[in-house]
């Protein structure tokens, strides 16, 4: 409520100084806390920073946007005679065809096909399958640009190897951006933290506090490891916009798609200092806790089957047999509206997603969620 009600238009220092410096503080301090690498903090002495975004979608964009500059920019060095034109013409992104549907949009935003390449049995994308891509499209003359690797994804919270890729972008001058909308909360956890190995390679990283970290939408927190790229690609000056703190103090309007901006940082600071770390931390794994007890109630019932490893607070399981069985069950469920449960494809397979994020969730409500499936099953067979 305050962050709506403040009327600070944040998108230079000038303009807001509280609302600029607040974001870098908790920017800085939310980089730390996920294990992030100094590179991407505002308080590192290189060019990298963080900003908050409105969403993964933004970032995604913003991404794809300084990639395609960044390279044009290298393309025209190396051949001063090629019109820029026709260098973005040639450019081509890469995603696994797991990701989120807003990183396809981004491609269409911003121009530049967006390659949906194949996963393997986990649902992750690897480096050979990304390296086998970069080659086919360099021989038919294209110019590979920028890479979006997921780390949960949408479907069964699946995580691209980082370790794999980040290489082979950064030999091929690839800009390698991580959405982590869903799962990049859990980083707060030193437990998990593991499965962003290789986030050292990245040039921008991306979660969503505003999905399980108990932030109000909108807030979605992105980093870089060169903010100049940033600069560059969104950089337009005018003389209303100048101030005599410029090049001293940043301006957020060069870091993002619209010039006026939000005091999201407000948000960011009141959850910060209300659950601190241990909190935070306990929230989460408490959420974790949850999922198993309902993936629990799953095995226990011969008619379901888990289908894909457990992932964060996301349980993906079916009815066994036909998927038309599956696709009844979700039906009654949607059409009954006491709970409210997601579909996704899996192998040809028609699965059902039951996540846990709510800090309001508790074991009874498992419980309720499980009898509420399982007494919709019992109908559909008999």
Not at 73 to 80: D, N, Q
Not at 277 to 298: K, M, P, T, W, Y
Request: charged share 25%; glycine share 8%.
């Amino acid at each position: 409520m305050l962050s709506a009600g403040f009327g600070c238009i944040g998108f230079s220092w000038m303009s807001s100084p509280a609302c600029t410096e607040l974001e870098i503080i908790t920017m800085n301090w939310l980089g730390k806390l996920l294990g992030l690498p100094e590179e991407f903090l505002n308080c590192s002495d290189g060019p990298g920073g963080g900003v908050i975004q409105g969403s993964a979608c933004e970032a995604t964009l913003v991404g794809l946007l300084a990639a395609k500059e960044k390279t044009t920019r290298r393309i025209k060095t190396l051949h001063p005679d090629l019109d820029e034109g026709i260098i973005k013409a040639k450019l081509v992104a890469y995603t696994s065809d797991q990701s989120n549907s807003s990183v396809e949009k981004a491609g269409l935003l911003g121009s530049m096909p967006m390659r949906l390449l194949p996963t393997d049995d986990k649902c992750r994308l690897r480096g050979s399958t990304l390296l086998e891509a970069i080659k086919k499209d360099e021989e038919a003359g294209l110019i590979p640009c920028y890479v979006v690797a997921t780390l949960g994804t949408t479907g069964t919270c699946a995580f691209d190897v980082l370790d794999e890729l980040g290489p082979i972008c950064n030999e091929n001058n690839l800009w390698l951006h991580v959405d982590a909308a869903y799962a990049g909360s859990a980083f707060v956890c030193p437990e998990y933290r593991h499965l962003m190995s290789g986030v050292n390679y990245v040039d921008s990283f991306n979660f969503n506090p505003h999905k399980w970290l108990l932030v109000n939408f909108d807030c979605s927190a992105m980093w870089v490891k060169n903010a100049g790229y940033l600069i560059d690609a969104f950089y337009v000056d005018r003389i209303y916009l100048a101030h005599d703190k410029q090049g001293q103090a940043l301006d957020y309007r060069h870091w993002q798609i619209p010039l006026s901006r939000r005091f999201r940082a407000l948000k960011l600071w009141f959850v910060l200092r209300l659950y601190g770390i241990e909190g935070l931390q306990n929230h989460i794994r408490r959420s974790i806790r949850l999922a198993l007890r309902f993936e629990d109630f799953v095995k226990s019932d011969d008619r379901f089957e888990i289908v894909t490893e457990f992932s964060m607070g996301l349980v993906c399981f079916r009815m066994k047999g036909d998927n038309s069985l599956t696709r009844e069950l979700l039906g009654r469920l949607m059409k009954r509206k006491r709970i409210y449960i997601i579909a996704a494809n899996y192998k040809d397979q028609l699965i059902m997603r039951f996540v846990v994020g709510s800090r309001l969730c508790e074991e009874k409500d498992i419980e309720f969620a499980w009898n509420e499936i399982s007494s919709q099953a019992t109908e559909i067979l008999a």
